[in-house]
């Protein structure tokens, strides 16, 4: 067994991760309708699913402006033919491999945001994933917009998990993070897990920072408890995404008290070969999304549920010379689910008023979370996100 002292402990997510600590456990159903059963979530409760796509997905080769002659030039070995498009409406279409989303659309269980982005964008991964997980564009901020919502609402662990190894900015706040959970990792021996308890004692000579690291890792202890019946058999599934929803679903059927839950995928920095490698991570997108929601669709608390998707940022209008594009501005956010309101919101942005190649954002991403906030999560957004932003009426009524 490692040696691991309590300095090593508190150094946090580094030892942690390497040790494994971050998973789910070979598990019985018992152990967690012991939780559902005396801390169930509420019936009628919201339930968020939010989806990180890593790495700036081309939302023109989403959301496709078939009918637009300047898609055509900007693009003119890129861009799809109308024929190959799923077409929404005239003008619009979804791309290709976007077959189980063209199903939702028509049954009003889409929601497509236009033209999101946020003031001044920036056209760094990090730094633009990071204005999107802390809802602060004006300046750099410790703690994500999720997390400043489990700051103002108790303390309990499962309140929000993230899916995966890596617990990401969105997730974390001043005084409680979500739990992290990855189904893919190997439970500890017995004597490990004895060992990692007693450092997490709380020590009242640790400074708040040291405190926050034994705080989290009693949290996802709590977790592993909570989550501990969930069956493995899509875990070890090959894509990820698919992986991930399930047990999101698992979750949700057996009234586990999470609000909010935070899965991912990436690939989609796609400079070269765009169109092959985008439509392969889009049909994965598709089949996990819908094979999520269909595998909800009859449950009771299947309504409860809504699946935000978003990426940092979009792609330029223009295609590049690798037939790949670069890293651009706004893009569309998606929501489904049996209670969004579904069909286009926001307005379209044009393809040839541009700021230097870029599209101008015509929505800002935190209206979206203002929403989510106040109509999924019951919670006042003013705390999150700020004054001065709306409901843009992206969930039913």
């Keep these: 067994m490692p040696q691991v002292s309590r300095r090593q402990?508190?150094?946090?997510?580094?030892?942690?991760?390497?040790?494994?600590?971050?998973?789910?456990?070979?598990?019985?159903?018992?152990?967690?309708?012991?939780?559902?059963t005396t801390t169930p979530l509420a019936a009628g409760s919201g339930i968020l699913v939010v989806l990180t796509l890593y790495g700036g997905n081309d939302?023109?080769?989403?959301?496709?402006?078939?009918?637009?002659?300047?898609?055509?030039d900007a693009r003119p070995e890129l861009a799809y033919r109308p024929e190959e498009v799923l077409h929404l409406d005239d003008r619009l279409g979804l791309n290709p491999?976007?077959?189980?989303?063209?199903?939702?659309?028509?049954?009003r269980q889409l929601a497509i945001v236009r033209g999101v982005g946020y003031p001044r964008p920036d056209h760094s991964h990090f730094r633009s994933m990071d204005i999107w997980q802390t809802?602060?564009?004006?300046?750099?901020?410790?703690?994500?917009?999720?997390?400043?919502?489990?700051?103002?609402?108790?303390?309990?662990?499962?309140?929000?998990?993230?899916?995966?190894?890596?617990?990401?900015?969105?997730?974390?706040?001043?005084?409680?993070?979500?739990?992290?959970l990855d189904?893919?990792?190997?439970?500890?021996?017995?004597?490990?897990?004895?060992?990692?308890?007693?450092?997490?004692?709380?020590?009242?000579?640790?400074?708040p920072a040291r405190g926050r690291v034994c705080t989290g890792y009693q949290a996802e202890q709590t977790v592993r408890q909570t989550f501990s019946a969930l069956k493995q058999a899509k875990g070890q599934a090959a894509d990820a995404l698919v992986a991930q929803l399930d047990l999101v679903s698992q979750c949700i059927k057996a009234g586990v008290p999470t609000r909010v839950y935070s899965v991912s995928l990436g690939g989609f920095d796609t400079h070269a070969d765009e169109r092959h490698t985008q439509e392969q991570l889009l049909g994965r997108l598709d089949a996990a999304v819908t094979g999520f929601l269909k595998d909800l669709s009859t449950h009771p608390r299947g309504r409860d549920v809504v699946l935000l998707?978003?990426?940092?940022?979009?792609?330029?209008?223009?295609?590049?010379?690798?037939?790949?594009?670069?890293?651009?501005?706004?893009?569309?956010?998606l929501l489904a689910g049996a209670g969004v309101a579904g069909g286009f919101h926001g307005?379209?942005?044009?393809?040839?008023?541009?700021?230097?190649?870029?599209?101008?954002?015509?929505?800002?991403?935190?209206?979206?979370?203002?929403?989510?906030?106040?109509?999924?999560?019951?919670?006042?957004?003013?705390?999150?996100?700020g004054s001065g932003r709306r409901d843009l009426g992206v969930l039913s009524a």
């Design 309 to 333: 998707a978003y990426s940092e940022f979009g792609r330029r209008v223009a295609a590049n010379a690798s037939q790949g594009t670069d890293h651009g501005t706004a893009g569309p956010v």
């Design 97 to 107: 491999a976007l077959k189980g989303l063209s199903g939702l659309w028509q049954n």
């Design 135 to 180: 809802a602060s564009p004006d300046e750099p901020v410790p703690t994500g917009w999720i997390g400043r919502w489990l700051d103002a609402t108790g303390d309990d662990p499962v309140r929000a998990v993230n899916i995966g190894p890596v617990l990401p900015q969105l997730a974390m706040g001043a005084k409680h993070t979500a739990a992290a």
């Design 9 to 36: 402990f508190l150094v946090g997510t580094g030892v942690l991760g390497a040790l494994g600590v971050v998973g789910a456990s070979a598990i019985t159903w018992d152990e967690l309708h012991q939780r559902a």
């Design 59 to 72: 939302g023109i080769s989403t959301v496709i402006p078939y009918a637009d002659n300047a898609y055509h």
């Design 347 to 385: 307005d379209e942005p044009s393809l040839t008023d541009l700021d230097n190649g870029d599209l101008k954002a015509t929505v800002d991403f935190r209206d979206i979370y203002h929403e989510l906030l106040h109509r999924v999560l019951d919670a006042d957004p003013v705390a999150v996100v």
């Design 183 to 207: 189904p893919s990792s190997a439970p500890l021996s017995a004597d490990l897990a004895a060992t990692l308890s007693g450092l997490a004692a709380n020590d009242p000579d640790d400074s």
